[in-house]
């Protein structure tokens, strides 16, 4: 089992609990203010290697370097790494305080083993969905407690984590290899969950008529017929 987190996970008393229970872990980890001497002694080993994208390819203006061995790391958990990525910013973007020689710099620490440097990096990156599906909460009513008891908002909250889910699936399932796979709330309501269609129903048949007029018709419709066509549960 992987734990991944942000720089909040980085304490001794987290990694620590996770050691003692022999769990992989992935965190934040907080530069030092030393960071700049370090980033320079890296620079001088050539410890520098292209950092990828999610696709596994190299990425433009961003490289990975392994920490470790410039750290003191004693009172930390055996076998802990620290890995550190640097990134030009995006042009037009700020510098930021603790940027140096102009690459936007952070670090995390795993106690995995073996494995290339970008991998780590991309596998850690990658916890950022979950702030995702966070944000897509919000727009789905998280942001909001509409009632006045606290079970009442219990309540309310399982329908915003039930919305969160038909979404989440229905761009997996439905909208496989589409951009409306990756389309939040605001989009979805605007373009996919407001268009205009009828249901009938004949004998034990329920059909939904959309209108083809409609921009994504064709998509949507694709979208429903492949749902339909997904295995039943297999008998318990």
């Given at each position: 089992?992987?734990?991944?987190?942000?720089t909040?996970?980085?304490?001794?008393?987290?990694?620590?609990?996770?050691?003692?229970?022999?769990?992989?872990?992935?965190?934040?980890?907080?530069?030092?203010?030393?960071m700049?001497?370090?980033?320079?002694?890296?620079?001088?080993l050539?410890?520098?290697?292209?950092?990828y994208?999610t696709?596994?390819?190299?990425?433009?203006?961003a490289?990975?370097?392994?920490?470790?061995?410039?750290?003191?790391l004693?009172?930390?958990p055996?076998?802990?790494r620290?890995?550190v990525?640097r990134e030009?910013?995006h042009?037009?973007?700020?510098?930021?305080?603790?940027?140096?020689d102009e690459?936007?710099?952070?670090?995390?620490?795993?106690?995995?083993t073996?494995?290339?440097?970008?991998?780590l990096?991309?596998?850690?990156?990658?916890?950022?969905?979950?702030?995702?599906?966070?944000?897509?909460?919000?727009?789905?009513?998280?942001?909001?407690?509409?009632l006045?008891?606290?079970?009442?908002?219990?309540?309310?909250?399982?329908?915003?984590?039930?919305?969160?889910d038909?979404?989440?699936?229905?761009g997996?399932?439905?909208?496989?290899?589409?951009?409306?796979?990756?389309?939040?709330?605001?989009?979805?309501?605007?373009?996919?969950?407001?268009?205009?269609?009828?249901?009938?129903?004949?004998?034990?048949?329920?059909?939904?008529?959309?209108?083809?007029?409609?921009?994504?018709a064709?998509?949507?419709?694709?979208?429903?017929?492949?749902?339909?066509?997904?295995?039943?549960?297999?008998?318990?």
């Amino acid at each position: 089992m992987l734990i991944r987190t942000d720089t909040a996970g980085g304490t001794h008393d987290f990694l620590n609990s996770l050691t003692k229970r022999r769990l992989s872990y992935s965190v934040g980890w907080m530069l030092p203010a030393t960071m700049p001497d370090l980033y320079r002694q890296l620079t001088k080993l050539k410890a520098w290697e292209p950092a990828y994208d999610t696709n596994g390819q190299p990425r433009d203006g961003a490289d990975v370097a392994e920490l470790t061995g410039v750290l003191d790391l004693h009172d930390w958990p055996d076998g802990m790494r620290v890995i550190v990525r640097r990134e030009r910013p995006h042009p037009g973007a700020q510098l930021r305080f603790d940027d140096v020689d102009e690459y936007r710099l952070t670090a995390f620490a795993t106690n995995t083993t073996g494995s290339q440097l970008a991998d780590l990096e991309v596998r850690h990156r990658s916890r950022a969905r979950c702030e995702d599906r966070i944000r897509i909460a919000k727009d789905t009513g998280l942001a909001n407690f509409p009632l006045k008891g606290f079970d009442q908002n219990r309540i309310w909250l399982a329908i915003v984590a039930l919305a969160g889910d038909l979404q989440a699936w229905s761009g997996l399932l439905a909208f496989t290899g589409h951009e409306i796979r990756r389309w939040e709330p605001k989009r979805l309501r605007m373009h996919i969950y407001t268009i205009p269609a009828t249901i009938a129903r004949t004998a034990r048949r329920t059909a939904v008529h959309v209108k083809n007029t409609v921009r994504w018709a064709t998509t949507i419709v694709a979208g429903l017929n492949r749902l339909r066509d997904l295995p039943g549960p297999e008998p318990g």
